[in-house]
Protein backbone atom coordinates (compact mmCIF):
# COMPACT_ATOMS: atom_id res chain seq x y z
CA UNK A 1 0.00 0.00 0.00
CA UNK A 2 2.59 2.18 1.02
CA UNK A 3 1.70 5.97 -0.53
CA UNK A 4 -1.65 6.43 -1.74
CA UNK A 5 -3.06 9.75 -2.86
CA UNK A 6 -6.53 10.77 -1.75
CA UNK A 7 -7.36 11.77 -5.08
CA UNK A 8 -8.66 15.32 -3.97
CA UNK A 9 -8.22 17.09 -6.95
CA UNK A 10 -10.61 14.45 -8.95
CA UNK A 11 -13.43 14.79 -5.92
CA UNK A 12 -13.70 18.86 -6.14
CA UNK A 13 -13.78 18.88 -9.81
CA UNK A 14 -16.38 16.47 -9.45
CA UNK A 15 -17.97 18.31 -6.12
CA UNK A 16 -17.86 21.82 -8.22
CA UNK A 17 -19.22 20.20 -11.84
CA UNK A 18 -22.02 19.13 -9.85
CA UNK A 19 -23.02 22.25 -8.05
CA UNK A 20 -22.55 24.28 -11.24
CA UNK A 21 -25.16 22.02 -12.96
CA UNK A 22 -27.60 22.27 -10.33
CA UNK A 23 -27.61 25.74 -9.73
CA UNK A 24 -24.21 28.09 -10.76
CA UNK A 25 -24.33 30.76 -8.15
CA UNK A 26 -24.31 28.11 -5.68
CA UNK A 27 -21.05 27.67 -7.05
CA UNK A 28 -19.73 30.76 -4.53
CA UNK A 29 -19.71 28.82 -1.61
CA UNK A 30 -16.61 27.15 -2.22
CA UNK A 31 -15.05 30.01 -1.19
CA UNK A 32 -17.07 30.54 2.62
CA UNK A 33 -16.22 26.47 3.22
CA UNK A 34 -12.65 26.94 2.86
CA UNK A 35 -13.11 29.98 5.15
CA UNK A 36 -15.54 27.59 7.51
CA UNK A 37 -12.48 25.29 7.53
CA UNK A 38 -10.67 27.37 10.20
CA UNK A 39 -13.56 26.96 12.40
CA UNK A 40 -13.56 23.55 12.68
CA UNK A 41 -15.49 20.33 11.95
CA UNK A 42 -18.24 20.98 13.75
CA UNK A 43 -19.28 24.27 12.21
CA UNK A 44 -18.13 23.18 8.90
CA UNK A 45 -20.70 20.00 8.78
CA UNK A 46 -23.24 22.69 10.65
CA UNK A 47 -23.59 24.95 7.99
CA UNK A 48 -25.56 22.67 5.75
CA UNK A 49 -28.56 22.66 7.86
CA UNK A 50 -28.05 26.45 7.98
CA UNK A 51 -28.69 27.00 4.90
CA UNK A 52 -31.33 23.83 4.27
CA UNK A 53 -34.04 26.50 5.51
CA UNK A 54 -33.07 28.67 2.75
CA UNK A 55 -31.47 27.58 0.14
CA UNK A 56 -31.52 23.63 -0.33
CA UNK A 57 -28.70 23.53 -3.16
CA UNK A 58 -26.49 25.52 -1.17
CA UNK A 59 -26.50 23.26 1.39
CA UNK A 60 -26.44 19.94 -0.54
CA UNK A 61 -23.19 21.70 -1.96
CA UNK A 62 -21.40 21.83 1.83
CA UNK A 63 -23.28 17.92 2.46
CA UNK A 64 -22.23 16.42 -0.87
CA UNK A 65 -18.22 17.92 0.24
CA UNK A 66 -18.32 16.39 3.69
CA UNK A 67 -19.94 13.01 2.10
CA UNK A 68 -16.72 13.35 -0.07
CA UNK A 69 -14.62 14.34 3.36
CA UNK A 70 -15.99 11.17 4.81
CA UNK A 71 -15.41 9.06 1.91
CA UNK A 72 -11.93 10.08 1.35
CA UNK A 73 -10.87 9.42 5.27
CA UNK A 74 -12.26 5.98 5.57
CA UNK A 75 -9.96 4.69 2.89
CA UNK A 76 -7.16 5.73 5.27
CA UNK A 77 -9.05 4.11 8.03
CA UNK A 78 -10.22 7.24 9.64
CA UNK A 79 -13.93 7.23 10.61
CA UNK A 80 -16.14 10.35 10.46
CA UNK A 81 -19.59 10.37 11.51
CA UNK A 82 -22.29 11.09 9.08
CA UNK A 83 -25.44 11.19 10.41
CA UNK A 84 -28.35 12.17 7.80
CA UNK A 85 -29.98 15.46 10.07
CA UNK A 86 -32.80 17.53 9.22
CA UNK A 87 -32.66 21.41 10.61
CA UNK A 88 -36.13 21.09 12.41
CA UNK A 89 -34.44 17.17 14.27
CA UNK A 90 -32.89 19.37 17.90
CA UNK A 91 -32.19 15.53 18.68
CA UNK A 92 -30.56 14.69 15.54
CA UNK A 93 -28.45 17.29 15.39
CA UNK A 94 -26.94 16.92 19.24
CA UNK A 95 -26.51 13.34 18.44
CA UNK A 96 -24.31 14.20 15.67
CA UNK A 97 -22.30 17.09 17.44
CA UNK A 98 -21.27 14.94 20.29
CA UNK A 99 -19.83 12.25 17.84
CA UNK A 100 -17.95 14.85 15.97
CA UNK A 101 -16.39 16.21 19.46
CA UNK A 102 -15.57 12.95 20.78
CA UNK A 103 -12.90 12.53 17.92
CA UNK A 104 -9.87 12.14 18.89
CA UNK A 105 -7.78 15.49 18.90
CA UNK A 106 -5.50 13.88 16.22
CA UNK A 107 -7.99 12.29 13.82
CA UNK A 108 -9.52 15.93 14.25
CA UNK A 109 -6.44 17.38 12.95
CA UNK A 110 -5.91 14.91 10.28
CA UNK A 111 -9.44 15.24 9.02
CA UNK A 112 -9.07 19.50 9.18
CA UNK A 113 -5.79 18.78 7.05
CA UNK A 114 -7.44 17.15 4.10
CA UNK A 115 -10.29 19.43 4.26
CA UNK A 116 -8.66 22.00 3.86
CA UNK A 117 -6.77 20.82 1.08
CA UNK A 118 -10.24 19.80 -0.35
CA UNK A 119 -11.17 23.18 -0.05
CA UNK A 120 -8.48 24.81 -1.79
CA UNK A 121 -9.22 22.39 -4.51
CA UNK A 122 -12.76 23.53 -4.93
CA UNK A 123 -11.84 26.81 -5.01
CA UNK A 124 -9.34 26.00 -7.72
CA UNK A 125 -12.44 24.51 -9.62
CA UNK A 126 -14.65 27.18 -8.88
CA UNK A 127 -12.41 29.51 -10.51
CA UNK A 128 -11.94 27.32 -13.62
CA UNK A 129 -15.81 27.02 -14.55
CA UNK A 130 -17.22 30.05 -12.66
CA UNK A 131 -19.82 32.29 -14.97
CA UNK A 132 -22.34 31.59 -17.33
CA UNK A 133 -22.79 27.85 -18.60
CA UNK A 134 -23.13 27.91 -22.54
CA UNK A 135 -24.46 24.56 -21.80
CA UNK A 136 -28.02 23.68 -23.43
CA UNK A 137 -29.23 22.87 -20.33
CA UNK A 138 -29.13 26.63 -18.71
CA UNK B 1 44.54 11.10 -4.79
CA UNK B 2 42.41 13.49 -3.49
CA UNK B 3 41.48 14.01 0.65
CA UNK B 4 37.88 13.23 0.93
CA UNK B 5 35.73 15.55 3.23
CA UNK B 6 32.37 16.58 2.78
CA UNK B 7 29.93 19.29 4.33
CA UNK B 8 26.45 19.64 5.90
CA UNK B 9 24.18 22.48 4.98
CA UNK B 10 21.28 22.58 7.26
CA UNK B 11 18.81 25.26 6.12
CA UNK B 12 17.80 28.10 9.36
CA UNK B 13 15.48 29.68 6.80
CA UNK B 14 14.16 29.09 3.47
CA UNK B 15 16.89 28.32 0.53
CA UNK B 16 16.19 29.65 -2.42
CA UNK B 17 18.55 28.02 -5.60
CA UNK B 18 17.72 28.87 -8.84
CA UNK B 19 15.59 31.88 -10.83
CA UNK B 20 13.00 33.58 -8.63
CA UNK B 21 11.13 34.40 -11.78
CA UNK B 22 10.19 33.81 -15.52
CA UNK B 23 7.44 31.47 -14.95
CA UNK B 24 5.10 33.75 -17.44
CA UNK B 25 7.77 32.81 -19.68
CA UNK B 26 8.02 29.42 -19.54
CA UNK B 27 9.95 28.68 -16.46
CA UNK B 28 8.15 26.64 -13.90
CA UNK B 29 12.08 25.08 -12.78
CA UNK B 30 12.40 27.89 -9.62
CA UNK B 31 14.96 25.79 -7.88
CA UNK B 32 17.77 23.97 -9.66
CA UNK B 33 16.70 19.97 -9.01
CA UNK B 34 18.34 16.43 -9.09
CA UNK B 35 17.17 14.77 -12.22
CA UNK B 36 16.51 11.98 -10.84
CA UNK B 37 14.53 12.38 -7.80
CA UNK B 38 13.55 15.93 -8.91
CA UNK B 39 14.30 17.10 -5.46
CA UNK B 40 16.56 20.62 -5.07
CA UNK B 41 19.80 20.65 -4.88
CA UNK B 42 22.84 23.50 -4.63
CA UNK B 43 24.65 23.29 -7.38
CA UNK B 44 28.95 23.10 -6.85
CA UNK B 45 29.27 26.01 -8.29
CA UNK B 46 27.42 27.96 -5.62
CA UNK B 47 28.74 26.64 -2.93
CA UNK B 48 32.20 27.24 -4.05
CA UNK B 49 31.72 30.70 -4.79
CA UNK B 50 30.28 31.57 -1.43
CA UNK B 51 33.40 29.61 -0.06
CA UNK B 52 35.68 31.41 -2.09
CA UNK B 53 33.92 35.01 -1.41
CA UNK B 54 33.98 34.45 2.24
CA UNK B 55 37.83 33.73 2.01
CA UNK B 56 38.42 36.79 -0.06
CA UNK B 57 36.91 39.00 2.53
CA UNK B 58 38.80 37.67 5.56
CA UNK B 59 42.31 36.40 3.98
CA UNK B 60 42.71 38.64 0.87
CA UNK B 61 43.56 37.79 -2.52
CA UNK B 62 46.40 35.69 -2.55
CA UNK B 63 45.34 33.13 0.11
CA UNK B 64 42.04 32.86 -2.38
CA UNK B 65 44.18 32.35 -5.60
CA UNK B 66 45.57 29.40 -3.46
CA UNK B 67 42.83 27.44 -2.73
CA UNK B 68 40.53 27.88 -5.45
CA UNK B 69 43.00 28.67 -8.68
CA UNK B 70 44.30 31.79 -10.44
CA UNK B 71 41.59 33.23 -12.69
CA UNK B 72 42.86 34.47 -16.17
CA UNK B 73 44.42 37.62 -16.17
CA UNK B 74 45.35 39.98 -19.13
CA UNK B 75 48.95 38.96 -20.56
CA UNK B 76 49.08 35.71 -18.44
CA UNK B 77 47.74 32.84 -21.00
CA UNK B 78 47.42 30.41 -17.87
CA UNK B 79 45.36 29.44 -14.46
CA UNK B 80 46.08 27.25 -11.88
CA UNK B 81 43.76 24.73 -10.48
CA UNK B 82 41.96 24.52 -7.47
CA UNK B 83 43.26 22.56 -4.39
CA UNK B 84 39.37 22.26 -2.99
CA UNK B 85 37.12 21.47 -5.38
CA UNK B 86 32.87 20.92 -4.77
CA UNK B 87 29.81 18.70 -5.98
CA UNK B 88 26.85 19.65 -5.45
CA UNK B 89 24.31 19.30 -2.72
CA UNK B 90 21.77 16.91 -2.07
CA UNK B 91 18.79 16.36 0.17
CA UNK B 92 19.49 14.31 2.83
CA UNK B 93 16.24 15.12 5.38
CA UNK B 94 13.52 17.11 4.31
CA UNK B 95 10.86 18.53 6.76
CA UNK B 96 6.89 18.10 5.46
CA UNK B 97 3.93 18.92 6.92
CA UNK B 98 2.20 16.18 8.53
CA UNK B 99 -0.97 16.50 10.27
CA UNK B 100 -0.67 15.36 14.12
CA UNK B 101 3.10 15.32 13.86
CA UNK B 102 3.54 18.25 13.04
CA UNK B 103 6.70 17.61 11.23
CA UNK B 104 8.21 14.55 9.69
CA UNK B 105 11.80 14.49 7.77
CA UNK B 106 11.37 12.44 4.95
CA UNK B 107 14.33 10.84 2.46
CA UNK B 108 14.39 8.15 0.67
CA UNK B 109 16.80 5.27 -0.20
CA UNK B 110 18.02 6.78 -3.30
CA UNK B 111 19.30 10.06 -1.63
CA UNK B 112 20.85 8.16 1.43
CA UNK B 113 22.87 6.31 -0.83
CA UNK B 114 23.93 9.04 -1.94
CA UNK B 115 24.57 10.75 1.52
CA UNK B 116 26.12 7.10 2.11
CA UNK B 117 28.81 7.12 -0.55
CA UNK B 118 30.09 10.52 1.16
CA UNK B 119 29.65 10.48 4.51
CA UNK B 120 30.74 6.44 4.41
CA UNK B 121 28.40 4.87 6.55
CA UNK B 122 28.57 1.51 6.95
CA UNK B 123 25.23 0.94 7.72
CA UNK B 124 22.86 -0.81 5.14
CA UNK B 125 20.10 1.35 3.23
CA UNK B 126 16.88 1.63 5.15
CA UNK B 127 13.34 -0.20 2.96
CA UNK B 128 11.09 2.46 1.32
CA UNK B 129 8.56 3.32 4.24
CA UNK B 130 10.65 2.62 7.32
CA UNK B 131 10.38 4.32 10.44
CA UNK B 132 11.66 4.39 13.43
CA UNK B 133 9.36 2.38 16.21
CA UNK B 134 8.80 5.91 18.35
CA UNK B 135 7.38 7.80 15.22
CA UNK B 136 3.70 8.81 16.72
CA UNK B 137 1.19 7.72 13.89
CA UNK B 138 -2.26 6.51 13.70
CA UNK B 139 -3.03 2.90 14.90
CA UNK B 140 -4.75 0.88 11.96
CA UNK B 141 -5.97 -2.71 12.73
CA UNK B 142 -3.64 -3.78 15.30
CA UNK B 143 -0.49 -2.98 14.51
CA UNK B 144 -0.40 -0.79 11.27
CA UNK B 145 0.63 2.51 11.35
CA UNK B 146 -0.64 5.08 9.16
CA UNK B 147 0.67 8.66 8.20
CA UNK B 148 -1.70 11.60 6.95
CA UNK B 149 -0.45 13.91 4.73
CA UNK B 150 -2.41 17.23 2.62
CA UNK B 151 -2.25 14.99 -0.32
CA UNK B 152 -2.18 11.45 0.54
CA UNK B 153 -1.69 9.00 3.15
CA UNK B 154 1.43 6.57 4.09
CA UNK B 155 1.31 3.18 5.78
CA UNK B 156 4.26 2.39 7.71
CA UNK B 157 5.90 -1.26 6.36
CA UNK B 158 9.44 -1.72 8.12
CA UNK B 159 10.35 -0.18 11.89
CA UNK B 160 14.14 0.71 12.21
CA UNK B 161 16.30 2.88 14.21
CA UNK B 162 17.38 5.76 11.46
CA UNK B 163 19.76 7.78 14.32
CA UNK B 164 22.62 6.68 12.02
CA UNK B 165 21.53 8.72 9.04
CA UNK B 166 21.36 11.92 11.42
CA UNK B 167 24.36 13.83 10.07
CA UNK B 168 26.67 15.58 12.39
CA UNK B 169 26.19 18.89 14.14
CA UNK B 170 22.02 18.89 13.33
CA UNK B 171 19.39 18.68 16.03
CA UNK B 172 17.32 16.23 13.99
CA UNK B 173 15.09 14.06 16.26
CA UNK B 174 15.58 10.39 15.93
CA UNK B 175 11.63 9.46 16.00
CA UNK B 176 10.27 11.37 13.16
CA UNK B 177 12.41 10.38 10.32
CA UNK B 178 10.39 8.41 7.63
CA UNK B 179 12.28 6.84 4.53
CA UNK B 180 9.49 6.83 1.32
CA UNK B 181 10.14 5.05 -2.25
CA UNK B 182 12.59 7.08 -4.83
CA UNK B 183 8.99 7.34 -6.70
CA UNK B 184 6.98 9.26 -4.05
CA UNK B 185 10.10 11.53 -3.00
CA UNK B 186 9.42 14.23 -5.96
CA UNK B 187 5.76 14.31 -4.85
CA UNK B 188 6.23 14.96 -0.90
CA UNK B 189 9.11 17.06 -2.47
CA UNK B 190 6.64 19.52 -4.48
CA UNK B 191 4.41 19.45 -0.75
CA UNK B 192 6.94 20.38 1.40
CA UNK B 193 9.06 23.16 -1.01
CA UNK B 194 8.16 26.86 0.27
CA UNK B 195 6.12 28.29 -1.65
CA UNK B 196 5.23 32.28 -2.28
CA UNK B 197 3.24 34.52 -4.40
CA UNK B 198 5.04 37.37 -4.58
CA UNK B 199 4.49 41.16 -6.07
CA UNK B 200 6.31 44.08 -6.22
CA UNK B 201 4.92 47.34 -5.33
CA UNK B 202 4.40 50.56 -6.91
CA UNK B 203 7.58 52.66 -5.75
CA UNK B 204 4.66 55.78 -4.87
CA UNK B 205 1.67 54.19 -4.68
CA UNK B 206 0.70 51.08 -2.96
CA UNK B 207 -0.22 48.95 -5.28
CA UNK B 208 1.35 46.35 -7.36
CA UNK B 209 3.31 47.23 -10.50
CA UNK B 210 2.29 45.53 -13.45
CA UNK B 211 3.36 42.37 -14.24
CA UNK B 212 5.10 42.47 -11.10
CA UNK B 213 3.57 39.40 -9.84
CA UNK B 214 5.43 36.37 -9.51
CA UNK B 215 6.11 33.32 -7.39
CA UNK B 216 9.06 32.02 -5.26
CA UNK B 217 10.04 28.72 -4.46
CA UNK B 218 12.82 27.47 -1.63
CA UNK B 219 13.50 24.68 0.43
CA UNK B 220 11.97 24.83 3.84
CA UNK B 221 14.07 25.81 7.21
CA UNK B 222 15.43 22.57 8.43
CA UNK B 223 16.27 21.00 5.39
CA UNK B 224 19.74 19.16 5.49
CA UNK B 225 21.89 18.77 2.77
CA UNK B 226 24.98 17.05 1.89
CA UNK B 227 28.00 17.73 -0.45
CA UNK B 228 31.48 16.10 -1.33
CA UNK B 229 34.75 18.28 -1.15
CA UNK B 230 37.83 17.02 -2.69
CA UNK B 231 41.15 18.29 -1.71
CA UNK B 232 44.65 18.04 -3.25
CA UNK B 233 46.22 19.27 0.60
CA UNK B 234 45.37 19.67 4.11
CA UNK B 235 45.18 22.98 5.40
CA UNK B 236 42.15 24.04 4.13
CA UNK B 237 40.18 26.22 7.10
CA UNK B 238 37.91 28.34 5.80
CA UNK B 239 35.74 28.54 9.21
CA UNK B 240 39.12 29.02 11.34
CA UNK B 241 39.74 26.25 14.05
CA UNK B 242 35.82 25.95 14.26
CA UNK B 243 34.24 23.09 12.30
CA UNK B 244 31.19 24.95 11.92
CA UNK B 245 29.98 28.39 10.40
CA UNK B 246 26.94 30.01 9.64
CA UNK B 247 26.89 30.81 5.52
CA UNK B 248 24.38 32.20 3.48
CA UNK B 249 23.34 30.44 -0.21
CA UNK B 250 21.14 31.18 -2.42
CA UNK B 251 19.24 34.19 -3.66
CA UNK B 252 16.84 36.43 -2.18
CA UNK B 253 19.26 37.10 1.18
CA UNK B 254 18.22 40.32 1.34
CA UNK B 255 14.76 39.00 2.14
CA UNK B 256 15.44 36.62 4.62
CA UNK B 257 16.29 33.47 2.69
CA UNK B 258 19.38 31.82 2.74
CA UNK B 259 20.72 31.46 5.86
CA UNK B 260 22.54 28.06 6.58
CA UNK B 261 24.75 26.34 8.66
CA UNK B 262 27.35 24.87 7.53
CA UNK B 263 29.79 22.14 9.19
CA UNK B 264 32.37 20.46 7.82
CA UNK B 265 33.84 16.91 8.55
CA UNK B 266 36.43 14.64 6.75
CA UNK B 267 40.30 15.07 6.13
CA UNK B 268 40.31 18.76 5.08
CA UNK B 269 42.31 20.50 8.21
Redo the contacts between chains.
Keep these: ?6 G ?1 DREAQQLVLQAKSRQPESLNQSYKMRLAVAYGLERFWGEHLRLQRSDGDKARYWKNTWDSLVKIMA ?4 KLPNDSVRADDTRAIQAMSEKLWQLDL ?2 Q ?2 A ?3 L ?2 LCDCLVWWTQRYKGKSTDADS | MYLRAYGIIETSAPLHVGASAGEETGNLNLIFRDQFTQTGIIPGSSIRGRFRADMRQSEGESFVSKWYGHHVSEGADTTTEALVKFEYASLVWLPVFCPGQPIVWITCPWLLKRYKQIAQISEPLPKPYTAPKTLPGRQVGGDRKVLFFNLGFMEIEHEADLSAWIPIESALKPDSLVVVADNDIAMLHDMALYRQSRVKLDDKVKKVTTGAFFNVEALPEGSILVFPIALKEKGWKPFGDSPSQELYFGGLESIGFGRCLTTLAGEYQ
Aim: no cysteine.
Design positions: MAWQLYLQAGLADRYLAVTQ
